[in-house]
């Protein structure tokens, strides 16, 4: 029952391979399409889970599933009326993936003309932004996405019947190490309009969010080094 998780863990190996850097786009398509098949039971998650709302004191609840230094897996569980906060995904690639109920995801850009370069501000206080669409994504629905450019600056609220639950793939990951400032951080920001622009002001991680962790299933973690270990065996043989 693993097997279709196996399909996008080894996609996300080949797309985020440095290697592979030429077919990139026609990549990350695949992993994409293949994320948008996966369901909480390629995961081994029980609908149990989505269900003990009494049973849980956290608004949020965590899974780790996967991370190396090219990306990470994870699974959130959304509970009531509660929302991840505006957050950054700063020079990061992500899916999102829900698997359980619905989930409106505020998104924002940051300013930036199409030749204008990427930059990493590791203390941000003020960020100018473009509101975007927001979007509904539920188990029918493809993946929301976010780029480097577009909709890295996000916000992520249940708005079903009372638990919602996403799987999401970044990459880079958090804390992966950027070069001249370290490990890549994530910062929490309030929005407010100004004129025909958005600002989004950089603020404390929000006392109110917090999560509680949830066990990975065995399967899952057998899957993942399984497929860890052919990527890396691969990587090593074409490297002598």
Known sequence: M???????????FKTFDRANHASFNANLQHLRQLTDELTYRDLHLREELFRNVAGHRAPCS????????????SLFIVRGANAIPLHDHPMMFGLLRCIWGQLRVDSYSQQLGPDDALTYDPDPSVVKVK????CLVSPDSPCATLTPRKRNYHQIAQTGHGVAAFFDILSPPYDADMPTYG?????????????????????????????DVVDTPDAVVQAAFQCADEAYAENASGTQ
């Open 2 to 12: 693993t097997s279709h998780f196996s399909s996008v863990l080894r996609q996300a």
């Open 62 to 73: 965590y899974m780790h599933i996967f991370e190396d230094d090219r990306f990470s897996m």
């Open 131 to 134: 509101a975007e669409e927001p």
């Open 183 to 211: 490990p890549r951080q994530c910062r929490f920001y309030g929005a407010k309009a100004d004129g025909n622009q958005v600002l989004l002001q950089c603020i404390p991680s929000p006392d109110t969010y917090y999560c």
